[in-house]
């Protein structure tokens, strides 16, 4: 049997019997082996088949795990015969202090993520701080999160959070259609107005880039631009101060990880941003007045989330509460 349409042809098989041979011995090889052990990428949040991919390699304490190894660096660890999570960590080692060279340097040097220290973390579950980052934030926090269509350029969901005399306030501006972007935008810049020395939190690069985007994109009046120019300068990506300096003990360094490990939950089943922008297309084919909701909950739920990390990070704890050790002249932290 063979083809599309299941045609059935009849081969003598006693003139060709030793190529039938080779042929069934080969089929029976392939049915022997054992199924592929799964690889997560960063596709797998867009899978249906993710918990299960995820669950056996967890099992496995796979290092796919890790979201920020490459392939490339996975596949050295294998030529080390490192190929579970408690193999790597067994490698850490704290860095060495440098000696201070006399020459001028052009800047600090680059933070790197270290591997290592992460599958520590995992395998202890603590929070591992290296050196002693700052997170200061000085004013209004104002929490912020963008939803948007990047195959069509087009931002239909801002979230805002922050507090006005001790009160917690939420702001969702929804856009209709591509013509409406300019409304909420112009609504954006009012509500920042109103507000006292307005510190924009975000996590990621998205928020920091829609906002330089929205500033070219709509011309403003003079005022505007000069609270778009503050709030620009003054925004704080949440990930680039946990980035290589703050270890959680999670797989990687997602909003959905790490607020999860902190106790927060989202509405929406299996929340992530692909998951967004194929709800806000069903949302324009059939106009469901639930899918728009579910997507406001689920953008209002992240600035939630990127408050609760804020408020959890390390960089706010009090000296007396870290746990420090040092040796070979490295401080780091460790919090249970």
């Known amino acids: 049997m063979h083809g599309c349409g299941r045609r059935i042809r009849t081969v003598k098989l006693a003139d060709h019997l030793r190529k039938a041979r080779q042929v069934v011995d080969a089929i029976a090889r392939e049915r022997d082996v054992e199924d592929p052990v799964p690889v997560l990428n960063r596709h797998c949040p867009v899978c249906d088949f993710e918990p299960r991919c995820r669950a056996m390699a967890t099992r496995r304490e796979d290092l796919s795990l890790l979201g920020n190894m490459t392939e490339k660096e996975r596949a050295k660890c294998r030529e080390k015969g490192i190929t579970t999570l408690a193999q790597l960590s067994y490698g850490y080692r704290p860095r060495r202090r440098r000696h201070v060279k006399s020459t001028p340097q052009h800047g600090p040097p680059p933070v790197r993520h270290d591997h290592k ?47 006005n005399q001790g009160e917690h306030i939420e702001r969702s501006l929804w856009a209709d259609r591509p013509e409406d972007e300019r409304g909420i935008w112009q609504e954006f810049l009012t509500i920042l107005r109103g507000i006292e020395n307005p510190r924009l939190v975000h996590y990621g690069a998205y928020e920091r880039r829609f906002l330089k985007l929205m500033k070219d994109r709509w011309k403003t009046s003079d005022e505007d631009a000069e609270v778009i120019d503050r709030v620009f300068d003054t925004s704080v990506n949440l990930l680039s101060v946990i980035y290589g300096k703050i270890y959680f003990p999670t797989y990687s360094n997602s909003l959905k990880e790490i607020a999860r490990w902190l106790g927060f939950e989202w509405t929406l089943l299996r929340a992530s941003g692909g998951k967004a922008m194929l709800l806000r297309r069903c949302w324009e084919l059939t106009s469901d007045d639930g899918l728009r909701k579910d997507l406001i909950e689920y953008n209002i739920e992240d600035c939630r989330a990127t408050e609760l990390v804020t408020n959890a990070n390390p960089c706010h704890l009090r000296q007396r509460q870290r746990r420090a050790f040092t040796k070979a002249g490295s401080r780091e932290y460790r919090f249970a």
């Open 117 to 163: 220290l992460k599958a520590l973390a995992i395998k202890k579950a603590q929070v591992h701080v290296v050196g002693a980052p700052n997170l200061s934030i000085e004013g209004t926090p104002v929490f912020l999160d963008v939803e948007g269509m990047p195959d069509r350029d087009f931002h239909y969901l801002i979230g805002l959070r922050y507090s």
